[in-house]
């Protein structure tokens, strides 16, 4: 966090500096069509306040308060269809839609877990979204996945994602996942991450001791490595560990059957383990030096490596979550759960981020831009978390910003859609660049309809019940 604290502190002094020209789209053209941001006419000019107040009634108008974030109950394998009467609106936006991207300004929130997973569910239920991709790492949800039959809803929610989400308000989600497992339509779990947590494969179907201990050797040694500042000997100890997973990969094809007794509850386990290996070998052979780089430079508050670390995942996390949607689910529908400055549309133009680059969002293609829907999620008030569990107080919206313009909804859940909006007196501040906390306390600027689809706002939050 200290780290985050420090880069986010350098890139708001600097990145004013090179502030570009502000764009907004022409009210005629929709998407795509751009004008700039100080032609006006007699008509538009107005006072700050008089814009703030035709925002805010405007928002007031047009916005949809959701009656609940609490998860709903299954019956039977299923969850009535009037619980989800809130949701309705979102079929219309989702209806030719292929993947949902849900964000978070915070992954130490709650009400987040909350209402993500009820929206899953209402995806899920009405609009047949059977694959939820997490943040988290391939293998380890392809391991939960393979055994989720015989798995309580807290392993496999230990045992699939990272301890940020490890929490009471979570938990309802792999119930939910379990409760889906015998019906014509479970929901299927996968991950798209590259980093290291917990044990990577079951390795009882290699039937080789000898094999399986050198593997989790290798996987011992690769998690201390990352955190090193010994560039020389990892140069040194990288070919003996690239070696055991290429010697573990070459035993996949040969154990298929071993494999698929492993992990009775994933058809599609070969392809997802050779993709899990070799994922692993390219992080030996580039990822972690890179990382070793940062440790180095970050003493110097270099964040040269550190930025270029960022890049490496999110390229890896993307092209994990293509390959998912087309050569493992190609006929699935997916959401996505991630932190909001992966899935947005163009971070690199987010003013205020400790990581001005490309992440994933914004290196999707683009014929998957098309038919996806990107929802960020705030917080106006409470407390949050880091990411090492420690309470944070959420800073007090600022006027103007994205916060407060939803917040003048007075509904404790609030959905803006921004997709489907032209450019107009009420709805123009889609178009500007407006502020909004990052964390519940990093100020970011950002033009809000090029980096969301959608919005909701959190009046009140609180940070996880977790578990340990």
Request: avoid cysteine; proline fraction near 4%; charge should be neutral.
């Amino acid at each position: 966090m200290k780290r985050l604290v420090l880069l986010s502190l350098a890139f708001i002094i600097t990145s004013f500096t090179g502030m570009t020209e502000l764009k907004v789209a022409s009210a005629a053209g929709g998407e795509g069509k751009q004008q700039s941001a100080y032609v006006t006419t007699s008509e538009s000019v107005r006072t700050s306040m008089e814009a703030l107040q035709d925002w805010k009634k405007w928002t007031t108008d047009h916005a949809y308060s959701l009656s609940s974030i609490q998860p709903e109950t299954a019956v039977n394998g299923k969850i009535p269809a009037d619980r989800f009467k809130d949701l309705e609106m979102l079929k219309p936006l989702l209806h030719d839609k292929r993947i949902v991207f849900l964000g978070e300004s915070s992954h130490g929130v709650a009400e987040f877990n909350l209402a993500k997973t009820r929206l899953i569910q209402f995806l899920h239920e009405e609009m047949g979204y059977n694959v939820l991709a997490f943040e988290s790492g391939i293998s380890n949800s392809m391991n939960v996945q393979g055994k989720i039959s015989h798995l309580s809803a807290e392993q496999a929610m230990k045992g699939s994602i990272f301890g940020v989400w490890w929490a009471q308000e979570t938990l309802p989600l792999f119930d939910y996942i379990k409760t889906t497992r015998n019906t014509d339509q479970p929901l299927l779990l996968a991950g798209f991450d590259i980093q290291q947590q917990g044990q990577f494969i079951d390795t009882s179907w290699l039937k080789d001791e000898k094999m399986a201990k050198q593997l989790a050797e290798a996987e011992k040694q690769l998690m201390n490595w990352g955190g090193s500042k010994d560039l020389k000997g990892y140069q040194k100890a990288k070919s003996g560990l690239i070696q055991t997973y290429e010697q573990v990969l070459s035993q996949v094809k040969q154990k298929e059957s071993a494999l698929r007794t492993a992990y009775p509850d994933e058809p599609q386990i070969v392809k997802l383990i050779e993709r899990a290996l070799k994922e692993r070998i390219r992080v030996v052979k580039e990822y972690v030096e890179i990382n070793i780089k940062s440790n180095i430079e970050m003493e110097n508050y270099d964040p040269t490596s550190f930025l270029k670390s960022m890049e490496w995942r999110d390229q890896a996390m993307l092209a994990n979550l293509i390959w998912l949607a087309t050569e493992v689910y190609p006929n699935e529908k997916f959401i996505v759960w991630g932190h909001n400055d992966h899935i947005r549309k163009s971070h690199s133009e987010v003013q205020g981020s400790p990581y001005p680059v490309k992440l994933m969002g914004e290196l999707l293609p683009v014929e998957f831009k098309k038919y996806s829907y990107v929802l960020g999620l705030y917080m106006a008030s409470g407390e949050t978390a880091d990411n090492m569990r420690n309470p944070m107080s959420v800073l007090p919206v600022k006027s103007g910003s994205i916060e407060d313009l939803l917040e003048s909804k007075q509904s404790p859940y609030t959905f803006i859609d921004m997709r489907y909006r032209q450019n107009e007196r009420g709805s123009s501040w889609m178009f500007e660049p407006r502020f909004a906390y990052s964390w519940g306390f990093m100020e970011e600027s950002f033009v809000p309809r090029d980096q969301y689809d959608g919005l909701l706002l959190i009046n009140k939050v609180k940070a996880p019940t977790y578990i340990k």
